[in-house]
């Protein structure tokens, strides 16, 4: 199969309207990115709109270490971070062994939280490790029980003080929620254009379809499939061109994505690829441009009303609209990015890169059996 040509024709006619891709795509986002950031700087203090990890705890009350972990949830930094309940929590910790053993189960919590809380209980860790061999060698020093007692309590209350969560929040939130408002917004407007940019690339579509354009294309066998593969490979390599100069421009100017470089650009070329995807599906499963048209406009106002691209979408209290917040459009490309930003690292959207991947696949998968099997007469 051929699908150079359709690559060149398409890329063509995008490069030909380049100024609008460059406005509506670079400029509009890093203009109202910087914008919204300025308004919205004040809400950006990184601690005030963080909401304690509810967390099960199951261990030996009797054991000669808990006085130290009840006694560090109890402290009124640690519970601004870590709550402790009985059920319904995000994750469920259970130490055995005299806290040699401790296991971190995931409930209904995020990858984010979850990293969170295993950091904490990693500091817990070595804290408590250090106060069995103190104890030890308290155990052998010549001293009164009472003199030994003291000195346990004197390790115990400094354990409790450098284990306190403002010490916790730094090492393990230096992204997103210790940034300011610019880099949120910067993200937030990344992923809204994302999803503009898939409405304008099927709008191209249906424009080529009224021109018949996309009549000839079909009059030889097997050039349906060409067709699809020549237009979801120029979408992604125009998405894939408007993401990088997006992102290297915001790298220039400090404003995001300023660390972890290759985790961002691999996380671009898998959202470029998922844009080219979803291009596919809808220009093979919907014929009709105004229904097309009527689900790219719910797809672009839904982020927009709810889906955190205006405002912070963690400070929405309705869960209901948090929900809704949660599976628009355009959360999976903001989350990934934020992930990224948070955990420093790749490992914080480990799970929205596995989303892409399965949804990339099933989509194209979809789409090229559809274009050889019924794509129906243009």
């Known amino acids: 199969m051929r699908l150079a040509p359709y690559i060149k024709k398409n890329l063509r006619t995008f490069i030909r309207e380049g100024k609008i891709t460059l406005v509506c795509f670079i400029i509009f986002p890093i203009v109202m990115a910087n914008i919204y950031g300025k308004m919205q700087e004040n809400m950006f203090s990184g601690k005030s709109s963080f909401e304690p990890i509810k967390v099960q705890f199951v261990y030996d009350k009797s054991s000669n270490v808990e006085g130290i972990l009840s006694g560090i949830l109890k402290l009124d930094s640690v519970k601004s971070f870590i709550q402790e309940v009985k059920d319904e929590g995000k994750c469920k910790v259970t130490i055995g062994g005299n806290f040699n053993d401790i296991k971190i189960e995931k409930l209904s919590g995020t990858d984010n939280e979850m990293d969170m809380v295993k950091n904490f209980m990693q500091g817990f860790a070595e804290n408590i490790n250090q106060y069995k061999v103190a104890e030890d060698n308290i155990s052998t020093m010549n001293l009164s029980p009472e003199q030994q007692a003291d000195l346990t309590g004197k390790i115990m209350a400094k354990i409790q003080e450098i284990s306190q969560a403002p010490v916790v929040k730094e090492e393990i939130m230096p992204g997103y929620r210790?940034?300011?408002?610019?880099?949120?917004?910067?993200?937030?407007?990344?992923?809204?254009?994302?999803?503009?940019?898939?409405?304008?690339?099927?709008?191209?579509f249906h424009r080529d379809k009224k021109q018949g354009v996309v009549r000839r294309s079909f009059s030889t066998p097997n050039s349906k499939v060409n067709y699809l593969l020549g237009f979801a490979g120029s979408t992604f390599i125009l998405c894939l061109v408007v993401n990088f100069i997006y992102i290297i421009i915001n790298m220039i100017l400090g404003t995001a994505f300023t660390d972890h470089t290759a985790d961002v650009l691999m996380l671009a070329v898998l959202q470029s690829l998922l844009q080219a995807a979803v291009v596919g599906t809808i220009i093979t499963f919907i014929a009709n441009e105004k229904l097309s048209d009527i689900i790219m406009t719910i797809c672009i106002l839904l982020p927009s009303v709810i889906g955190g691209v205006f405002f912070n979408s963690d400070i929405i209290e309705i869960k209901a609209l948090k929900l809704l917040s949660d599976f628009s459009p355009n959360s999976l490309i903001l989350n990934s990015y934020k992930g990224v930003s948070i955990v420093q690292g790749i490992s914080g959207a480990q799970g929205q890169i596995l989303i892409m991947i399965i949804l990339s696949v099933i989509l194209l998968s979809a789409s090229i059996i559809r274009a050889g099997a019924s794509w129906g007469e243009q």
């Open 178 to 204: 210790t940034l300011g408002a610019r880099e949120y917004y910067t993200i937030s407007m990344f992923s809204f254009t994302s999803i503009m940019i898939i409405s304008v690339l099927v709008k191209a």
